[in-house]
């Protein structure tokens, strides 16, 4: 056999042989040289001569003062161990020693020779004649610490006067409760059945719509309570349940009196006023006292909480948020309660006071749940990444082995705020047990489990029984984020402030407040009369 092999190396011919001796005998003609491939060789070093001429030129251009050839400079260019050259960094190694290098802030304190600002820094090194890598990155790395513990500072300072805002009660609202007290004492007309006695068959009539709104504040439940109303496109058809504490009851009271929303049903109730609150132990309530002490004993005030100088500015806002008063009230976890509460209703929506409805909520009701208990909008997913991109992770603690060994940290979120809850589904399965089961594990874990809301305990309740619905009906983070497109919120079904920046406070999103704002009649002696403005 003869391997034949054309001189332009396209052709390979295979002539059989007689015998083994002749298989082994391999022929390759002799190769010559065509003028094609000269003039493609020619091509190929014209280019690489140009490539190794740019590169070269543009190391000079970088300032490099070490001299190197143009194959060298080349193998510098393309990476390691081409061309035999280390690719090597064109800052000093002196720079990244003194960066890395520990310092502590009491080294700082007291300095007034530190550059105040960029330009301050730029000025100085300017003066100095003759400055070395070394002295320059010294300088630069005490203007860095200086600018970042000054600004941890601000952060932190933010995060405590948003607290204190968000936490306490405006003025505004306080006159408001004290006013409608007063006018439910002296005024018969505040003193008002709810509803009157010919429509209380209502109340418990699954042919009605049933919106359920657990609120403290007068002001807010009115906007949720007008904005459901005037949205609506069958109002003699809505029946709105509030419960309100004991002490807000009688202002709640008259304020509904003196503002009813005919045709549609308005019912106050304290909690007081339920059969099942009253009786016996109440696990929510249990709940509560047991959390208050927990939390009083293991996270300090809010001074504790800012004096800390380890912890990341995050942090110590959501130890701050912790604090807040709503997460350990019993309007925030009453929900958890929906089916002892109205043991006679099979479907009901149940809606934060933070919210504002802007389109009719009927269709809810025409939503197929497919056997489950909760309908909600998941948060794991949308055009806002800062708002929706909540998973299991972002609310349990997953170091912990309890929490480990039974849920999937990607597992997506939902959002309290506007829920569909299926009480007929819901009696049927174990979710309130579930939930003081694990409230009470998170309390002898010292919060472990998760730090704040009723959120988490709710996530781990309602596994497997929540029925995605479509973001449109739930808009959030309006509370939290003001870089939200206006647009897209008006062309949501119900918008939820949830977050510190309610729009009742001065702290609110001047650009959103008015959508919450123009539910609220501000000529309204009441309000009038309390100073409650537009802004």
């Known amino acids: 056999m003869q391997l034949h092999i ?20 391999v022929k390759v003609g002799a190769r010559r040289v065509s003028y094609r491939m000269l003039f493609y060789s020619l091509l190929f070093v014209t280019f690489l001569l140009r490539f190794v001429f740019v590169l070269s030129t543009v190391d000079t251009i970088d300032g490099e003062q070490t001299k190197c050839s143009s194959i060298g400079c ?24 003194i960066l890395e290098e520990p310092i502590g802030n009491d080294e700082l304190k007291g300095r007034s020779d530190i550059p ?46 948003r607290h204190v805002a968000s936490s306490s009660i405006p003025k505004q609202l306080h ?38 709104l657990a609120s403290d504040n007068i002001l807010a439940a009115a906007v949720v309570a007008t904005s459901l109303v005037q949205n609506s496109l ?150 806002d990444k800062f708002v929706m991109s909540k998973k299991f992770k972002s609310y349990l603690n997953f170091s912990h082995p309890l929490i480990k ?8 979120a939902w959002a309290y705020g506007m829920n569909i809850f299926d009480l007929q589904a819901w009696r049927k399965t174990n979710i309130s047990d579930t939930y003081h089961y694990w409230v009470e594990q998170n309390l002898k874990s010292d919060l472990s489990l998760w730090q704040l809301g009723t959120l988490p305990p709710g996530l781990i309740a309602f596994h497997g029984h929540v029925h995605v619905i479509e973001p449109f009906w739930h808009m959030l983070g309006l509370g939290y984020q003001e870089n939200t497109s206006l647009e897209d919120v008006k062309s949501a079904g119900v918008i939820h402030f949830n977050g510190r920046a309610k729009p009742w406070l001065e702290i609110a999103f001047p650009q959103l407040k008015p959508l919450w704002a123009k539910y609220v009649n501000f000529s309204d002696k009441f309000i009038k009369s309390c100073h409650i403005r537009a802004s």
């Open 6 to 25: 054309s001189p332009s190396l396209r052709h390979v011919t295979v002539f059989p042989g007689k015998g083994v001796r002749d298989f082994i005998k």
């Open 74 to 97: 080349l193998g510098k260019r393309l990476g390691p161990k081409i061309l035999r050259r280390r690719l090597e960094s064109n800052v000093p190694d002196v720079i990244y020693q």
């Open 116 to 161: 105040q600002t960029l330009e301050d820094f730029m000025a100085e090194i300017k003066k100095i004649s003759k400055i070395d890598a070394k002295s320059f990155a010294i300088k630069l790395r005490e203007m860095i610490i200086l600018m970042e513990e000054r600004t941890r500072s601000a952060k932190i300072q933010e995060y405590l006067y």
């Open 175 to 212: 006159c408001l409760a004290l006013k409608l007290a007063s006018e439910h004492s002296t005024n018969a007309a505040a003193r008002l059945q709810l509803p009157p006695a010919e429509l209380v068959p209502a109340l418990v009539d699954n042919s009605y719509l049933h919106f359920v």
């Open 234 to 383: 069958r109002p003699h058809k809505v029946v709105l349940h509030i419960i309100t504490d004991r002490k807000t009851y009688y202002p709640m009271q008259a304020w509904f009196s003196l503002h009813d929303l005919l045709p549609a049903i308005i019912e106050v109730k304290a909690l007081h006023h339920f059969d099942w609150f009253a009786k016996g132990k109440v696990p929510v309530l249990e709940a509560m006292e047991k959390d208050q002490r927990v939390r009083s004993q293991f996270r300090g005030g809010s001074s504790a909480i800012v004096a800390n100088n380890t912890e990341k500015p995050v942090v110590i806002a959501s130890k701050l948020q912790a604090l807040s008063p709503k997460y350990n009230s019993i309007m925030n976890h009453i929900r958890i309660n929906l089916p002892e509460l109205f043991p006679s209703l099979d479907k009901i929506v149940f809606l934060d006071d933070d919210i504002v409805v802007q389109t009719d909520l009927s269709p809810l009701w025409d939503i197929d749940m497919n056997g489950k208990v909760n309908g909600a909008v998941e948060t794991c997913s949308g055009e």
């Open 405 to 412: 060994q039974n849920f999937d940290p990607n597992e997506c």
